[in-house]
């Protein structure tokens, strides 16, 4: 069921509707099926892929293929060797829907989910629907993350987050400071500095995972760690071992010696950053590495979310609203929920979840 609804005037009635139909939005749908439940995936998008449509294309994947699927169906590997790009990731949710005829409706908006008698309502651009339990899986992409820092208007430069970044050409030869300590601005870092003259600032030494720790390692560290808590025990987790997965991009940026990072700056100023000890430095680009937020503006009549906005959560479903459930946005959804691969585990206990309560 793909292409645009007209707006009706009385709502459509559906036992679970899921906002989103990227990775967490289709693994739900996924299990939806195999159960014969009846549902439809709202999607915002105008074809499948979810954020990864919007990835800058030389975004590389930091698991193989094997270590990055969906349920039921294994990514193929890249024809050209390595670790899948964004446009494999896009390819592959693609078939993925298509496979498992999943009742994707796009472009669809939801603009607000609210509570109506038995049932919550779901506003979006293409009429009202009904629905007994509503999952959410909007991801983070759509919120950019930039913190302040005093001075962020004054520079006169260019500014871009990692949700605007395209690739290193269109900034060979400026100067580039690129700001975060994550696995976007360490690839980023790497493209850039090989056309461009770099400057790294973090918040804290960046930490490069061995070079043997991949996604698929991650997922096995948070499984641990998931069935040690489960069982009253600890054990660590993936933000014990480090931060960045050193993918052979990041690699051979630390041979050629790049990786080095500065403390993060005071201010901005008109011509670059200042630090607090009147260290200067002036640059033409700054691209904020520096993370997203859950898209959860739609669920704002509901009045959820907590300090900092957050949304209290009991596993999946959300604690202040028993007919809602959350998918995919971060560990607070489920161990490694926003990974490809961990997004399917969770699915699989929200899904079974509900099933219990239609
Ligand atoms: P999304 O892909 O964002 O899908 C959400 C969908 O919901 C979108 O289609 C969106 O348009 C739609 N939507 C949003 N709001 C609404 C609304 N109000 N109404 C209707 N539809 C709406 N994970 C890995 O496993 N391996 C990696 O290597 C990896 N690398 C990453 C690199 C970067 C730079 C980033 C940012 C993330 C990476 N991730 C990786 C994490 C994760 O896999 C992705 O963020 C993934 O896109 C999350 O999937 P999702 O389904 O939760 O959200």
């Known amino acids: 069921m793909n292409g645009p609804q007209t707006a009706t005037t009385s709502p459509r009635l559906v036992d679970v509707l899921v906002i989103g139909g990227g990775q967490a939005g289709l693994a739900a749908g996924y299990h939806l099926r195999r159960a014969g439940a009846d549902f439809v995936v709202l999607d915002a998008q105008e074809r499948p892929g979810g954020a990864w449509r919007h990835a800058w294309p030389s975004l590389r994947l930091f698991s193989p293929a094997q270590y990055s699927s969906l349920p039921g169906r294994m990514m193929p ?4 060797g390595g670790y899948p790009g964004a446009a494999d990731v896009v390819a592959y949710l693609a078939d993925y829907e298509q496979r498992y005829q999943l009742p ?3 472009p669809v908006q939801v603009r607000a989910v609210r509570r109506s008698g038995e049932c919550l309502q779901v506003d979006t651009d293409a009429g009202v629907w009904r629905a007994r339990i509503v999952i959410s899986a909007t991801g983070t992409w759509w919120r950019p993350y930039v913190p302040h820092y005093p001075g962020l208007d004054a520079f006169q430069g260019q500014q871009l987050h990692t949700a605007h970044y395209r ?4 900034l060979a ?8 300590g994550g696995n976007s601005a360490a690839q980023i870092l790497a493209e850039v500095s090989a056309v461009a003259s770099t400057t790294w600032a973090t918040l804290r030494p960046p930490r490069l995972l061995p070079d043997d ?7 096995e560290v948070a499984t641990r760690r998931q069935r040690a808590l489960q069982a009253g025990q600890t054990a660590p987790g993936v933000g014990d071992l480090g931060d960045i997965v050193a993918v052979p991009a990041v690699r051979e940026a630390r041979e050629r010696g790049v990786l080095k990072a500065e403390p993060m700056f005071a201010r901005l100023t008109p011509t670059g950053v200042a630090w607090a000890d009147g260290t200067v ?11 997203f937020r859950p898209a959860l503006t739609h669920l704002a009549p509901l009045r959820l979310r907590g300090p900092g906005g957050a949304v209290a959560v009991e596993g999946t479903r959300a604690a ?8 995919g946005y971060g560990d607070w959804t489920g161990p490694a929920s926003a990974t490809l691969i961990g997004a399917g585990r969770t699915a699989k206990q929200a899904v079974a979840e509900v099933l219990t309560q239609l």
């Open 173 to 180: 030869g400026r100067s580039v400071l690129v700001v975060g």
């Open 213 to 219: 720790v991949d996604g698929r390692a991650l997922f």
């Open 167 to 170: 690739g290193p050409e269109a």
């Open 77 to 80: 590997a890249p024809t050209t």
């Open 281 to 291: 430095l002036d640059c033409d680009v700054v691209i904020w590495c520096t993370g």
């Open 320 to 327: 202040g609203e028993a007919r809602l459930y959350l998918l």
């Open 104 to 106: 994707v409706v796009r």
